[in-house]
């Protein structure tokens, strides 16, 4: 079917949305991730349509975002990005969309009725007075199919407005999913709340939203934006508590005015309680004037005043011949070190212990150590780590379960007050693993709700980058002297065998490490120029590590310090998915059946937690319940319809570890190809082997921790390939970025 069938205005242009009945499917896929369908659009003509189009009926209105596109064969075609419902444009269109189900009790009969009755105009009609199917459709159904329609077409005007502005139809759809009918309301009432909401808006999107429909440039609602906005874009580089002066510099590039007119107006923020103004230090240890987010504000304080209760009462002193120490020993069938026996008995008496070291240094023989101590039913023990793949390798060195943070405090990303203040943890003894990666908010949250008697044991390493979201707890605990801790620093006789666990050590104390002798675990293959290290590292994860027994897909890991470049994330998975599953299936969107993948977020009604790896198997459909399309009970209903059945979407099979996950399309901007991850993805999880490629342009990132992060994910092979220029930098740069803390402020106060 030629695009050229009809189109009365098309003007010599071709059109990037669609939007009409659609009048049959030529083609769709059993799980309706990918179809070819015929669409009638009043302005431009008939269309075939090729993409994605799930949750389209046959004969239904739909608005579709995407691009002309020449088919080899085909000729021109309309290639589908995205797909929305749109509001019936015709009396037939009304009535096949009433017969499908969509509203409980109206069926075929019923539709037709209202078209015979009302014609042509009939949305229009029911729009304006629902009253006009009276005798028709009862009364509680009346309001179901006048509010079903008016949603339709606030969503339909809504999307066409920020469609106007240059907003695509990934942050529409994101928009219309996170407000759903009420997104209109929020676009047009309060525009600057959807850069906390949505994903992908900032500043610059919610103010052309907000001008566009007249706000003036110096209206105090968009310059209290502009100084929220500043305080997330930093929180997100780690900051709780940024210097005044550098968040009113940055709030004022944001809004286009002066620094200086934002004084007064910060000052009404931070009285409303909008704000926080508090303290902060600079690297000097100075104090500066700073401000806060609220939230974080608060999360900094709830952890001060917990620290400060734990560290009031004096742990009882150590005894060389606690009972407690024979009893580990006899557990354990060897005798503890002298720091491992100081760990041990300060988590069994502190209400607070940090206990920190690099690899080797015995972290797992002090958390057994802690166990054995224990007497059988001595305590309740609790563990959590940040990550699912921590949790994991945690229960699997204690032989007891473990769950991660986000599960053990009933904590759903989607909605992060959800498990605020409601959750009780009822232990004797909180052990959390990789506790750098541990935020501000999400520390807060766990000390929140811990009973008063709970002792607390943060293992973590500190010389690892810190955690993703805002705060520096690890460090800023390790910088109050009253905290109690133990700085393991004597690496084990076996462990120092590994020469990963050396080069990590050569790292710390700034010098490149060597590569071990043939036979070994730790190699630096030398490249100076970006395409060969590419190419190098593609030949290590295909050629040479396979020969040592490695499976290049579930046993190798590409660690990148960037996204972007040749040698980021970006371009590397590409280039190692056409090695590794050139031939896969296309599943839905660019995914392949065979891909590995990356969960990016939390999602707990997957059961899936942030940094998980699983790989494509196959597609499916999952069946997503509409509660608004229910109708009454003791409504009137037409005899000829059935209940409403529920919507079906796509959904990628992916193979989390020994189980498969449903997971649907609309979800999928969560998933990522994980080929290549950042060294940032990849904390808290460890891998057989691993490759790193670092080059000069990578400068900025080339630091300290990132590198020795990235060693320290190689669980028995890693290999470095690049510059030795690089790796001399990154080794010799340990000045972390400095993050902007109120705690670290509030110790000395």
């Known amino acids: 079917m030629a695009a050229a069938d009809a189109a009365p205005d ?9 939007c009409g009945e659609l009048v049959r499917f030529v083609w769709q896929a059993p799980d309706g991730a990918r179809a070819v369908a015929v669409l009638d659009d009043p302005r431009w003509g008939r269309w075939k349509v090729v993409g994605p189009l799930w949750g389209v009926q046959q004969g239904h209105s739909v608005r579709l975002w995407g691009k002309v596109a020449e088919h080899p064969v085909h000729g021109r075609q309309f290639a589908v990005e995205s797909a929305q419902p749109a509001l019936p444009q015709s009396a037939q269109g009304l009535a096949a969309w009433l017969a499908s189900g969509v509203i409980r009790g109206v069926g075929k009969r019923t539709a037709q009725r209202i078209v015979e009755r009302l014609g042509d105009t009939a949305v229009d009609q029911i729009k304006a007075n629902v009253d006009v199917l009276h005798g028709i459709v009862g009364k509680k159904r009346r309001k179901v199919l006048a509010d079903k329609l008016r949603e339709l077409d606030a969503a339909e005007q809504t999307a066409l407005f920020l469609f106007g502005l240059g907003i695509g139809p990934t942050l529409v759809r994101r928009i219309q999913a996170r407000h759903a009918g009420d997104s209109g309301r929020v676009v047009r009432e309060r525009p600057f709340s959807l850069i906390d909401d949505v994903v992908g808006i900032g500043f610059r ?18 310059l209290r934006a502009a100084v929220r906005f500043a305080l997330g874009e930093l929180a997100a580089q780690g900051h709780t508590a940024p ?17 200086d007119a934002l004084q007064a107006l910060v000052a009404e923020m931070a009285a409303e309680g909008r704000i926080a103004e508090v303290q902060t230090c600079d690297p000097t240890g100075a104090l500066v004037p700073a401000l806060a987010l609220p939230d974080l504000a608060h999360a900094e304080q709830v952890i001060f005043d917990h620290v400060c209760q734990a560290c009031a009462q004096v742990p009882a002193a150590a005894r060389d011949d606690d009972p407690r120490l024979r009893r580990a020993a006899e557990t354990l069938g060897f005798e503890l070190a002298g720091q491992q026996r100081q760990a041990v008995l300060l988590a069994l008496t502190a209400r607070l212990l940090v206990v920190t070291g690099g690899p080797g240094t015995g ?15 001595d305590a309740k023990v609790v563990l959590a780590a940040p990550t699912g793949r921590a949790a994991r390798r945690l229960a699997e060195a204690a032989g007891l379960q473990a769950k991660t943070l986000h599960r053990l405090l009933a904590i759903d990303p989607g909605r992060p007050d959800a498990g605020r203040g409601k959750v009780a943890i009822e232990a004797d003894l909180v052990i959390v693993d990789e506790a750098s990666m541990v935020d501000a908010a999400l520390m807060a949250q766990l000390l929140g709700a811990l009973p008063e008697h709970a002792r607390l044991v943060l293992v973590g390493d500190a010389d690892q980058l810190p955690s993703v979201g805002p705060g520096a707890v690890l460090a800023d605990l390790l910088a109050c002297a009253e905290v109690p801790r133990v700085r393991l620093d004597q690496v084990f006789r076996q462990a120092e065998a590994s020469r990963i666990v050396r080069a990590a050590h050569a790292i710390l104390a700034g010098q490149v490490p060597d590569s071990a002798p043939a036979g070994g675990d730790f190699f630096v293959v030398a490249r100076d120029e970006p395409a060969a290290i590419a190419d190098t590292v593609l030949k290590v994860v295909l050629e040479r590590l396979p020969r040592l027994g490695f499976d290049p897909k579930t046993d190798v890991q590409v660690l990148a310090p960037m996204h972007k470049g040749a040698l980021g994330v970006a371009e590397l998975n590409l280039r190692l998915r056409e090695l590794l599953n050139p031939d896969g299936e296309t599943a839905i969107g660019a995914m392949r059946v065979g891909d590995k993948v990356l969960q990016l977020r939390n999602d707990y009604r997957l059961d899936l937690s942030n940094g998980d790896i699983g790989v494509v ?42 189980r498969l996950v449903d997971y649907p399309a609309p979800l999928l901007e969560n998933l990522t190809l994980a080929y290549a991850i950042t060294v940032h993805k990849s904390q808290g999880s460890e891998y057989p082997a691993v490759v790193l490629p670092v080059h000069s342009s990578q400068w900025a990132m080339l630091q300290r921790n990132l590198i020795y992060t990235a060693i320290t994910r190689a669980r028995r092979f890693c290999v470095l390939v690049g510059q030795d220029r690089a790796i001399r930098r990154a080794a010799a740069n340990d000045a972390p970025v400095w993050r902007n803390t109120r705690l670290r402020a509030l110790w000395g106060q």
């Open 10 to 18: 098309r003007a010599g242009a071709d059109p990037d949305t669609l």
């Open 205 to 222: 999107t919610a103010d052309k939203i907000a001008r566009a429909q007249g706000l003036a440039f110096d209206a105090p609602e968009r």
């Open 363 to 377: 972290k797992t023989t002090i958390l057994r150590g802690v166990l054995a101590a224990l007497d059988d039913g």
């Open 243 to 259: 210097p005044r002066d550098r968040t009113l510099q940055a709030a004022a590039v944001a809004a286009e005015v002066p620094a």
């Open 617 to 658: 198997v196959g597609t499916t459909a999952v069946e997503v319940d509409d509660d608004d399309a229910a109708g009454d009970a003791d409504d009137e209903q037409d005899d000829d319809s059935a209940p409403a059945a529920p919507a079906t979407l796509p959904a990628l099979v992916v193979r989390f570890g020994d």
